[in-house]
C-alpha cells in the first residue's frame, strides 16, 4: 500500500516516475476514511485542497523538478495555522476560527511541494499527555484502541503510526512531540527552540514552543527538518545561523568514541522494568558500535516538572487572554461586557485548560510572583547548568521517552498531578531549549515504547545521525 511508504521510499518512487503525487494522495486519503472511525486522529480533512495540491506536485515533477517532501501527503496538529482552513487547537473556543494566514512552517512545506491532508486531535491548546482533553473527543492509540495515545500531538502520532500520511507535524512544549511518538511507536524530534519558526503556532508556553516532525523513520525526521528549520523575520526567537545538512547526518560513519551520557536520576525508582531492559539494550547497542558509556549526574532532575508547570501556566494565563470572545472566538450570550467576558470564557475552555489560567494568574499574582514564577525561573537556570556540565562531559545523553507503555483511557484523567508525571523525562531539555528526539525501543508486550537521545544546542545532525543507528522496525 503506497499509505505505508516513508518519505524516502516515496521519494524514490516519485522521481522515478513509478508513482505519482496523486496516487500517493488518495491512498492516504483512503485509509483515512477506512480507520479514522475508530483512531479519531483527525478534526479535519482538506480532500479537495489535498487534491490540487498533488495534482501541482505531479505538474512540477513532469517539469523536472526532484527530491526534498516535493508530493509528499503530511497532517499538521490543529494549533498550527492554515489559510482558510478551520484551526481550532482542539477547543470550544475555537470551533469555528478561519485562520487568515498560515504558520511558517506550513508556508515552507507548500513551497517543497509537500501536500497537506488536513488537521490532527490534540489535547485542548496543547493541555495534556493523552490527548483526552481535546473539546472534540479523545483519539485512540492504533495498537490498542482502549489506550491513549499520548499527547498532546497524539492525533498526529496516531496518523504516522496508522499510515494515514507519511508525517505529521506536531508541536512540543514540555514533551508533546515525543510523549506520543513513544506511545504509538513513531520518531518524534524536538528541534532546539529557535531552530524553526513558532509563527503561526496558537501560544502556549512561549518560551519552550517548538514544531517539530513526527516521522516512521529517523531519516524521514531528517527530511522534514530540512524544510522547516531556519530564520524566519517573523519568529524574532528564531536564530541565524549557517544551515545544517542534516541528510549528510544519515551518513555517519563511525561513533566510536562518541561518549553517551545515562543520566541517573532518569534511572530513578518508579521506572518499569521492562522499560529500563530497553534502554540499556539500546545503550549496549551504542557500546558494540564502539561508544562509550558514561553515568552522568543531572541532579535538578526532579525539580522538572515542578518548574515546568509553574512557568507554563504562568505563560499560558497571558497567552489565553487574547481569547475574551470579543475579537474572534467564541461569543456567549451577555447582558453586559463583564459577563459576555466571563460567559465566554467559561463556556469556551475545558477543565484543563482553566486549570492552568487559574494556576498561572495565581503565580504571577502580587505576593505570589517572587515565591513562584522568580524563584521556578531561578531554578529553570540550575537545569540548564546541570545540561552544561553533562556535555561538558559527554555528547549525547540516552534517556527513557516515558516511564512506560501506553495507559488506558481514565486512568489518570482524574489525577492531574499523575498526568503532569508523564512529562518527567521530557520536561527539562524543554526548560534548557535542547534537541531531542524519540525514537521506538522496541515492544513491551504489544505495545511500543520508546528512547529519547538529548544534545547540546542545535546538535541535530548528531541526533540524528546516532538514532538512525539505534531504530528499529516495529
Not at 530540512?226 to 536564530?239: F, K, M, P, Q, S
Not at 561508544?291 to 522538572?304: D, M, N, Q, R
Not at 504489544?446 to 545521525?465: A, D, H, M, T
Request: aromatic share 6%; glycine share 10%.
Amino acid at each position: 500500500m503506497l499509505n505505508q511508504l516513508t518519505i524516502k521510499e516515496a521519494r524514490e518512487r516519485l522521481d522515478s516516475g513509478q508513482i505519482t503525487a496523486a496516487a500517493l494522495t488518495m491512498a492516504c486519503l483512503e485509509k483515512i476514511k477506512q480507520a479514522d472511525g475508530q483512531i479519531k486522529a483527525c478534526l479535519l480533512v482538506d480532500e479537495v485542497g489535498a487534491v490540487k495540491a498533488a495534482e501541482l506536485a505531479d505538474r512540477r515533477l513532469a517539469a523536472g523538478q526532484r527530491g526534498g517532501l516535493l508530493g509528499i501527503p503530511y497532517l499538521a496538529k490543529d494549533n498550527i495555522l492554515t489559510k482558510g482552513l478551520r484551526t481550532t487547537a482542539g477547543s470550544a473556543m475555537l470551533a469555528s476560527y478561519i485562520a487568515p494566514t498560515d504558520a511558517t512552517v506550513i508556508v515552507k512545506l507548500k513551497a517543497a511541494g509537500a501536500v497537506l491532508l488536513g488537521k490532527t486531535n490534540l489535547d485542548e491548546f496543547a493541555h495534556g499527555a493523552s490527548t483526552e482533553f481535546s473539546a472534540f473527543g479523545p483519539t485512540h492509540n492504533p495498537w490498542d484502541l482502549q489506550r491513549v495515545p499520548g499527547g498532546s500531538s497524539g492525533g498526529s502520532a496516531a496518523a504516522v503510526a496508522a499510515n494515514f500520511c507519511l508525517f505529521a507535524l506536531g508541536t512540543d512544549t514540555g514533551g508533546s512531540i515525543r510523549h506520543p511518538a513513544g506511545f504509538c511507536g513513531v520518531v518524534g524530534l524536538k528541534p532546539t527552540y529557535g531552530l524553526a519558526s513558532r509563527f503561526g503556532l496558537v501560544a502556549m508556553t512561549s518560551s519552550t514552543d517548538v514544531p517539530g516532525p513526527l516521522t516512521k523513520t529517523v531519516e524521514d525526521a531528517a527530511l522534514v527538518l530540512a524544510v522547516i528549520a531556519g530564520h524566519d523575520e517573523l519568529d524574532r526567537t528564531t536564530v541565524k545561523r549557517a544551515e545544517d545538512d542534516y541528510g549528510r547526518a544519515m551518513n555517519l560513519e563511525s561513533i566510536k568514541d562518541l561518549k553517551i551520557g545515562l543520566p541517573k536520576e532518569y534511572f530513578s525508582a518508579g521506572l518499569d522494568k521492562s522499560v529500563v531492559q530497553k534502554i540499556k539494550a539500546a545503550a549496549a547497542q551504542l557500546e558494540k558500535l564502539g561508544a562509550k558509556l558514561v553515568e552522568v549526574s543531572l541532579p535538578s532532575t526532579k525539580y522538572g516538572v515542578s518548574v515546568y508547570y509553574i512557568i507554563t501556566p504562568c505563560e499560558i494565563s497571558s497567552n489565553l487572554a487574547r481569547f475574551d470572545g470579543v475579537r474572534y472566538g467564541h461569543q456567549a450570550e451577555a447582558i453586559n461586557l463583564a459577563e459576555h467576558y466571563a460567559l465566554s470564557r467559561a463556556e469556551g475552555f475545558g477543565p484543563e485548560t482553566k486549570r492552568r489560567i487559574m494556576l498561572g494568574t495565581f503565580a504571577l499574582s502580587a505576593g505570589y510572583y517572587d515565591a513562584y514564577y522568580l524563584q521556578a525561573q531561578k531554578v529553570r537556570s540550575l537545569i540548564i547548568a546541570d545540561f552544561d556540565n553533562a556535555f561538558s562531559q559527554v555528547d549525547l545523553l540516552l534517556t527513557p521517552t516515558t516511564p512506560h507503555t501506553a495507559f488506558k483511557f481514565g486512568e489518570k484523567a482524574q489525577d492531574p498531578l499523575a498526568m503532569y508525571l508523564e512529562d518527567l523525562f521530557l520536561t527539562p531539555s524543554s526548560l534548557a531549549g535542547l534537541p531531542a528526539i524519540s525514537i521506538p525501543a522496541g515492544l513491551i508486550g504489544n505495545l511500543p515504547i520508546g528512547l529519547q537521545l538529548i544534545g547540546p544546542k542545535f546538535s541535530e545532525p548528531l541526533i540524528l545521525g546516532v538514532g538512525e543507528k539505534l531504530q528499529i522496525k516495529i
